[in-house]
């Protein structure tokens, strides 16, 4: 991977709240980057099987009318992770977003994507120093980057997507290798990885219980 030739996928999700485990994931959107560029969408709602509070709704305008008749999120979690493959993913505050996936990876043991997961929010504090805040507004509108609807997951996914880019262009020459360790490091925390689940059905099968 060179230059800004990386492939990552950049997800984000849309909630009933803040609280993982409680609140429930209402909408899934990523963008598959091949070379650094956008090769791929996979965007949908998720019924939650409870109402949208008003505060949600007044955040990312999702309304119980949009949830009626969607997936509920067991019967998404294997096609999102075929989607990413085993591509490193990449989302803005991402421990918000893995909380959420990691619970219901857990929750209906199903395993999630494999790749590892960075996080723009710290790595931009140290690429981009001294701005008011780091919200991705903030920084979208801060490096130019082509933006319009927010709170919404696969336009919030493509602004994260874009900001990658502009931070990998930022701390590597053109042409040099995108050392992902060095993406991780800059986050300042440990590798994270979605658990790997083993369905119960399988493991019987194998005689592990």
Do not use: W
Not at 30 to 38: D, H, L, M
Not at 39 to 68: F, H, K, Q
Not at 132 to 153: C, E, M, W
């Amino acid at each position: 991977m060179t230059g800004v030739g990386m492939d990552f996928i950049a997800f984000d999700l849309e909630t009933t709240g803040t609280v993982a485990g409680v609140d429930q994931i209402v909408e899934i959107g990523a963008v598959r980057y091949i070379n650094g560029q956008a090769e791929g969408t996979y965007s949908t709602l998720v019924n939650p099987r409870r109402s949208m509070p008003a505060g949600a709704t007044r955040v990312n305008g999702i309304t119980d009318e949009m949830l009626v008749g969607k997936p509920h999120v067991e019967d998404l979690l294997e096609s999102f992770t075929e989607f990413c493959e085993e591509l490193p993913l990449v989302a803005h505050n991402a421990p918000f977003d893995t909380q959420f996936l990691k619970a219901d990876i857990i929750r209906h043991e199903i395993s999630g994507p494999r790749g590892l997961v960075l996080d723009t929010l710290p790595i931009a504090r140290k690429v981009f120093p001294g701005l008011a805040n780091y919200k991705l507004g903030t920084l979208v509108q801060h490096l130019d980057i082509p933006s319009g609807q927010f709170h919404r997951a696969e336009e919030d996914a493509s602004y994260c997507g874009a900001l990658l880019l502009e931070i990998i262009k930022k701390i590597f020459n053109p042409g040099e290798p995108v050392q992902v360790d060095n993406l991780v490091a800059l986050t300042g925390k440990p590798e994270y990885r979605f658990p790997i689940i083993e369905r119960r059905e399988k493991q019987l099968e194998l005689g592990l219980f």
